[in-house]
């Protein structure tokens, strides 16, 4: 860990230096955020310097994961916030790449994921998943690093990004880290900001729903009608458009009727105007 965070917002000398790491025989490890960094991001953090000798953090706003009506202009950006965060948690280097430099005029290539992305929230945001293995794609050949770490939370995300690495062969290990989640069980985002307060105070129900269904599942009980159980008890109790909320398979995420390995519950749905997004691992009782 070095005491001070290197800024990087051209990628030759963010090269230079991860290669002159990399000379030290240091393993360097890759954050990749769109900044209003919060205490799940920070875990991430954590995690990498614990794993590695050096920890680079990548804030970008990616437009290419936005639908043309969804949050990207209004996305919460506060880089100077972000960075004190990421000094304060021993980040070595903070990549902050313009639009411009990572969509040059004349770009034209995007990656197409396969299987992973196709459901869930694959369904509901056209685009959104060859947005998100384009960038990271792209940031992983800029950084060059041993490993890159993605949060749980964006359970499908994950998958995506694994199935590319393996697809392509992308010289990377992908580890997933798991939730970070308030007292009253919110996993925590940078969406959460744009929750009134009564919308705040119901958030906290949709872990508990998720829960509450992946126990059952544990148990071996038939997905079908906890999954529409839980959407009833969603909808009461203020959430709309409940997007999906369904059972996949925890690798492949191929949809499960009943848990015989381990699976995920796994749901999106609106709480006024924010779209929130949960999952909750489920393990069959006879592995637990
Ligand atoms: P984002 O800035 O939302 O793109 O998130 C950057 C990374 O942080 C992604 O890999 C997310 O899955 C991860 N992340 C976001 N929220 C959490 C959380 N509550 N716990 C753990 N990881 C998270």
Redesign the pocket.
Known sequence: MSDTLLRFDRLEPLRAQVAAWRRAGERIVL??????L?A??L??VAHARAIGQRAVVSIFVNPTQFGPTEDFSRYPRDTDTDLALLAQAGADAAWLPSVETMYPAGFSTRIEPGPAAEGLCGAFRPGHFSGVATVVTKLLIQVGPDVA??????FQ??QVIRSVVRDLDVPVAIEG?????ETDGL????RNRYLAPPERATAPRLHAVLSHIAERLAEGAEAAPLLAGGISELEAAGFGPVQYLELRDADTLSPVTRVERPARVIAAAYLGSTRLIDNVAVVPAAQA
């Open positions: 954050v990749p955020t769109m900044g209003a919060h799940g991001h875990a991430l770490l993605f949060g749980e939370k964006d995300q994950l880290v798991p939730t970070l989640r996993a925590l985002s940078s």
